[in-house]
């Protein structure tokens, strides 16, 4: 099996230092969740799965420029938290990929998102249909801003695709996961979790 012809890729948002390591701004805010779900451990397993099948995996990356902080016309209320904290700053550490959630060989990494739908200022939708994968999985973070937005946006666009629940993590606890995964039933065609997704012979 080649990257060429696998049929599902995995689409990871967002597996920067800057949410997944300590140190990192957002981390503080989702660390607790991340525990409570076992969400990084869980997307190396993903990462790891895909991997051994040779199937490819699309990162992509958040990250904005002096030249964006300053002169964005109209900031959404995530656009002024993130500005107003310098959050994804282009070439800082927290823009950095985490070590354990970075690209490898036979791995595409995507132009750096600037909005919640990766689909809406990348080339993600190009990648993918230039490998002919028409079966997406999506996983890593905000579940309830970029990951939400990219699958619905996948699944408009004609996509089979498949959340994967404990791969992800809401801005929020408990009570904000159970509503997310409720959310992600009406969007995805399958909600797995990473072991249930893995199990499945093609994925």
């Not at 981390?27 to 991997?51: C, H, Q, S, V, W």
């Not at 946006?153 to 791969?167: F, H, I, N, P, Q």
């Amino acid at each position: 099996m080649t990257s060429t012809s696998a049929p599902t890729g995995l689409v990871l948002i967002d597996t920067v230092n800057e949410v997944f390591a300590e140190g990192g701004k957002g981390y503080p805010g989702f660390k607790a969740e991340f525990e409570r779900i076992g969400t990084l451990d869980n997307l190396r397993r993903l990462l790891a799965g895909f991997r051994d099948k040779g199937y490819p995996a699309f990162f992509s990356p958040m990250s904005y420029t002096e030249e964006e902080y300053d002169n964005w016309k109209h900031r959404s209320g995530i656009h002024h938290m993130m500005f107003d904290n310098r959050m994804f700053e282009a070439g800082s550490w927290g823009a950095e990929f985490h070590p354990d959630l970075r690209p490898g060989p036979g791995d595409v990494t995507i132009a750096p998102h600037k909005n919640l739908d990766v689909f809406a200022t990348t080339d993600l939708d190009i990648q993918l249909k230039r490998r002919g994968i028409e079966h997406i999985a999506v996983a890593g973070m905000i579940g309830t801003m970029c990951v939400e937005s990219t699958a619905r946006s996948a699944m408009e666009r004609g996509y089979r695709v498949t959340l994967v629940k404990d791969a992800t993590a809401p801005d929020g606890g408990a009570d904000s996961y159970e509503q997310m995964v409720n959310r992600y039933a009406l969007i995805a065609h399958d909600v797995l979790t990473t072991e249930e997704l893995l199990s499945r012979a093609d994925f």
